[in-house]
């Protein structure tokens, strides 16, 4: 049973960094991307970024967040994420996910992420 567990969300002000982290387990996730996205009130889950396990190779929306870094140590089975100069707009709950079946080629979306965190809650104050 693939089971993804956010956590490192918090409430911070804007200006600091953050990272994420995803501990994932259950299955060998080597082959398959690991994605960030974000919901903020109101809104809808939006894709952030994602990487592929098997390499590292990184995923970024056709509009980039530049203050948005992911890496993964496949040693831990862990994925991170990296938000710096947090601006309150930044503020969401933010969920980590792995596609099936791999390398879809909808990866900018909800659809190809079969399994998900509960998410992590990252507020950001002015």
């Known amino acids: 049973q693939v089971q993804l567990v956010e956590s490192g969300g918090g409430l911070v002000q804007a200006g600091d960094s953050l990272r994420l982290s995803c501990a994932a387990s259950g299955r060998t996730f080597s082959g398959f991307r690991m994605g960030w996205f974000r919901r903020a009130p109101g809104k809808e889950r939006e894709f952030v970024v994602a990487?592929?396990?098997?390499?590292?190779?990184?995923y970024y929306p056709d509009s980039p967040k530049g203050r948005f870094t992911i890496s993964r140590d496949i040693t831990k089975n862990m994925v991170y994420l990296q938000i710096d100069s947090l601006k309150p707009e930044d503020t969401a709950v933010y969920y980590c996910?792995?596609?099936?079946?791999?390398?879809?080629?909808?990866?900018?979306?909800?659809?190809?992420?079969?399994?998900w965190g509960q998410g992590t809650q990252v507020t950001v104050s002015s």
């Open positions: 996910a792995t596609e099936s079946p791999p390398l879809s080629t909808m990866w900018k979306t909800v659809y190809a992420y079969s399994y």
């Open positions: 990487i592929y396990w098997g390499d590292g190779t990184t």
